[in-house]
């Protein structure tokens, strides 16, 4: 394999912030296998990069709350490539809105299997990889900034999220020497229709940094993460300083029009 380019798996790999990580992965050479729940579009900013770059890749449809579909995205990708992958991005991940008063044991139990259940075990298989080749690999896990300092809108997204930054912590010292685990965890990235353009600038103000990050900055943080040989068990923000203050509620409630 040598002079063979990094593989890299990207969880939730074809739109959005997942999309943008693949593509900066892209840009840097890689191979990618690209995970999806079920369709295949992929961005049109990451299509365009992959011809451009003539990258080897493929798109792997898996339903992370599925044990067979989870347990068999590693050796699907293996089969594909001729290789496991080297590089892990946990990206996808479970967003639902509920609180105190609607939060179910079923929530509960859905966002653990997608956001924590599903990340661990395939980093679990990377380093198995890793070990049985005498090499490291290298994961990342996509968090949240509001692990820092929750609040209480989305309930069980939020305490899925916060139990996958402390499996990052965990997993970093269980797979050693095998596997780097490190986690990026974004502030408010990407704009949605449930946000006006006016509250996006107005929360943009109100960050420490008086901007909000770019899907590029995240994607830049993965970079780090997985160059950085000696680093272990982190977690990086990114997020214009979010993380740095206690925020009442979700940012969709807070400076709206």
Known sequence: MTGMPPLAL???????????IAR??????????LHVHTARHV???????????QIDWETF??????????????????????RAPDILVNCASLFTDDDAESATMARYVDHFRINVAAPAVLAQALAAAARAEGRVAAIVNIL????ARPHGDQLSYTASKMALAEATRLLAVALAPHARVNGVAPGLTIETPAYSRGQMRRLAEAMPLGRLPTP???????????????????????????????WPRDFVHLARD
């Open 61 to 82: 449809v898996a339903d992370l709350s599925d044990e067979a579909a989870v347990a068999g995205l590693v050796p699907g990708v293996t089969r594909r490539f001729g």
């Open 10 to 20: 990207v969880t939730g790999g074809t739109r959005r912030l997942g999309a943008a």
């Open 43 to 53: 961005d049109d900013p990451l299509l365009a990069t992959l011809k451009e770059e």
């Open 24 to 33: 900066r992965l892209a840009e840097r050479g890689m191979a990618l296998a």
């Open 144 to 147: 949240d900034q509001r692990i």
């Open 216 to 246: 590029d900055d995240v994607a830049d943080a993965v970079l780090w993460a997985i160059d950085a040989r000696a680093a272990s068990g982190q977690i990086v923000y990114v997020d214009g300083g979010a993380a740095l203050r206690s």
